[in-house]
């Protein structure tokens, strides 16, 4: 099993630019989650989804957008990037109540 | 809601032995789950509490009481790579979202 992948691992993007950042997980876990994690501090919460076409939002959900179309695959899109969103991007996946399992992470740079 | 509070930093020597706390509140709780994050890494599972009392895995302890909302992941023999982040989280059932702690910066200093 490849686990949770994610591409790219790293992306430079101009304030205003919109980008998808892709997740993939490979054992069939129902629960995928996105976070951000600015330089020395925790985790926050973006957008979550407990299966095929259910998303809800997290902590921090302005300015992204996720889809869930399929169980492999939740990519969380950026609709006009600002500084603000530079950031480290984590992708998890987990069964319902069980230990996540998170992927590489993305880091992105908006200047 | 959820809200958890961890310590943001500590300091142990190689060898020793080191408590990290979490406090939370929380609805719908079913268990605390405890994470390592080496600099410039993901995440990694390390330890789960359902029920109160102490779990043990290797040099890594975890507690949970959930009469006191409060949670600790001990960690043992300290060694220089368990120099990392340490965050605590809800273990939801089902439906939740599933946040963390701000996370414990751990040292361990020769």
């Known amino acids: 099993n490849a686990g949770v992948t994610q591409t790219p691992k790293f992306q430079v993007l101009k304030t205003g630019q919109s980008m998808t950042l892709q997740c993939a997980q490979d054992?069939?876990?129902?629960?995928m989650s996105w976070y951000r994690q600015d330089p020395g501090m925790g985790l926050r919460l973006i957008h979550y989804?407990?299966?095929?076409?259910?998303?809800d939002q997290g902590e921090v959900p302005n300015g992204y957008n996720v889809s869930r179309s399929t169980t492999e695959d939740f990519p969380l899109r950026l609709l006009s990037a600002a500084p603000s969103q530079t950031s480290v991007y984590f992708c998890?996946?987990?069964?319902?109540?069980?230990?996540?399992?998170f992927g590489p992470g993305t880091r992105l740079t908006v200047t | 809601g959820q809200s958890l509070e961890q310590p943001s930093e500590v300091t142990a020597v190689e060898g020793a032995i080191v408590q990290i706390n979490c406090t939370y509140q929380?609805?719908?709780?079913?268990?605390l789950s405890w994470y390592q994050q080496h600099d410039g890494g993901a995440p990694t599972f390390l330890s789960y509490?359902?029920?109160?009392g102490l779990e043990e895995t290797g040099r890594f302890s975890s507690f949970l009481s959930r009469s006191d909302s409060y949670g600790y992941l001990l960690l043992q023999e300290l060694q220089m790579k368990d120099s990392a982040s340490y965050f605590c989280?809800?273990?939801?059932?089902?439906?939740?979202?599933?946040?963390f702690g701000s996370g414990t910066r751990l040292q361990v200093q020769p």
């Open positions: 989804s407990v299966g095929a076409g259910i998303t």
């Open positions: 989280g809800p273990r939801g059932a089902g439906r939740r979202a599933l946040t």
């Open positions: 998890a996946s987990s069964y319902p109540g069980q230990a996540q399992y």
């Open positions: 509490n359902g029920l109160d």
């Open positions: 054992m069939n876990h129902e629960y």
């Open positions: 929380t609805s719908g709780f079913y268990g």
